[in-house]
């Protein structure tokens, strides 16, 4: 048996789109930036706002510049699903560390604070070689 068009009527999900040209033409010839725009509208990410901002512009046929809705900040960390991750991008902005460097984590109200604790190769200690002597004795293991 087949499912009756009349069924499938009922069980779509209809999807309202937040699009208003007007308030967000307002928005962007007053000067605001993307995050306020999103609060004022309630678009939950910047990729919904670049749609209605390119739709805006397909309908006015006309370009518009909003402050900070193609731009990525290099040094934001987000907590994900997997928890904080932290880049070796993200940790560029901030300076050279090479691999295996530690860190102890410490929350201090509303701040993560990072402190290095050891540089990877930095504690190492140098060897030496157990063979040779002082000033060259013991260099010619040959005989």
Request: proline share 3%; glycine share 10%; no cysteine.
């Given at each position: ?85 932290l880049s070796p991008k993200k940790l560029d902005t901030l300076g050279e560390f090479p691999e295996g460097t530690e860190f102890t984590v410490e929350a201090d109200g509303g ?33």
């Open positions: 048996m087949t499912k009756k068009k009349s069924d499938e009527a009922k069980t779509k999900k209809v999807f309202e789109s937040k699009y208003d040209p007007k308030k967000l033409r307002e928005m962007i010839n007053a000067g605001k930036t993307a995050d306020q725009i999103q609060k004022a509208i309630g678009i939950a990410s910047k990729q919904s706002l670049r749609q209605h901002v390119m739709r805006l512009v397909n309908d006015d046929r006309m370009f518009y510049e909003v402050e900070g809705l193609y731009t990525r900040s290099g040094n934001t960390v987000r907590v994900g699903k997997h928890g904080l991750k701040q993560i604070i990072l402190e290095m604790i050891s540089v990877a190769g930095a504690e190492d200690p140098v060897e030496e070689n157990p063979v040779a002597g002082p000033e060259g004795e013991g260099d010619d293991l040959a005989g």
